[in-house]
T-cell receptor, first 108, second 115 residues
Framework: RKEVEQDPGPFNVPEGATVAFNCTYS??????FFWYRQDCRKEPKLLMS???SGNEDGRFTAQLNRASQYISLLIRDSKLSDSATYLC?????????FGTGTRLQVTL | DAGVIQSPRHEVTEMGQEVTLRCKPI?????LFWYRQTMMRGLELLIY????????DSGMPEDRFSAKMPNASFSTLKIQPSEPRDSAVYFC?????????????FGPGTRLTVL
């Protein structure tokens, strides 16, 4: 079983739609959680950290469920510019582990 | 700030050749990371440094890979000899403090093709 698992997609959604991604992790000792965004042929960039209480940044909402060991990312009112690969990242005391990403394609 | 700088951006070489990838982290960042990204395996941490000292190299695939950080503003990742399975995008990243709770800033990557 992979340490961090994501549905690779692609998720094809129309502009304005709401889309949600889930990510599961296997190490119960994980301490930190992030979502990174990676555009095609570009480097990953931090989208948002994920806190135990959940957090929101504009149209983006991240949730953490420690009991079930999964993280979610909700994107409301999708824009064409949201098209990218979203990487789930989980950290322990010794390392960060990146998921292989979920690809989102927002269409007109 | 110029961000993390990597060179070359693209490298095409033949099997058996030595490849050297270079990275300049963001000034003032104490941590430097080398990653490899492939379609099959995603982004994998190869090695990271703290204040120029290698801390964890458990992700380095084998002895053909080596990394150095002679000073706070420069690091290299060397593959000798290179093999076709080394073809991937290699990213360098840096962060101010901490491995797991701070944002990592990635360079643009080096796209390596070994023929």
């Amino acid at each position: 079983r992979k340490e961090v698992e994501q549905d690779p997609g692609p998720f094809n959604v129309p502009e304005g739609a709401t889309v949600a991604f889930n990510c599961t992790y296997s190490n119960s000792a994980s301490q930190s959680f992030f979502w990174y965004r990676q555009d095609c042929r570009k480097e990953p960039k931090l989208l948002m950290s994920v806190y135990s209480s959940g957090n929101e940044d504009g149209r983006f909402t991240a949730q953490l469920n420690r009991a079930s060991q999964y993280i979610s990312l909700l994107i409301r009112d999708s824009k064409l510019s949201d098209s990218a690969t979203y990487l789930c990242v989980v950290g322990t005391a010794s390392k960060l582990t990146f998921g292989t990403g979920t690809r989102l394609q927002v269409t007109l | 700030d110029a961000g993390v700088i990597q060179s070359p951006r693209h490298e095409v070489t033949e099997m058996g050749q030595e490849v050297t990838l270079r990275c300049k982290p963001i000034s003032g960042h104490d941590y430097l990371f080398w990653y490899r990204q492939t379609m099959m395996r995603g982004l994998e941490l190869l090695i990271y440094f703290n204040n120029n000292v290698p801390i964890d190299d458990s992700g380095m695939p084998e002895d053909r890979f080596s990394a150095k950080m002679p000073n706070a503003s420069f690091s290299t990742l060397k593959i000798q000899p290179s093999e076709p399975r080394d073809s991937a995008v290699y990213f360098c990243a840096s962060s101010e403090t901490g491995l797991y709770y701070n944002e990592q800033f990635f360079g643009p990557g080096t796209r390596l093709t070994v023929l």
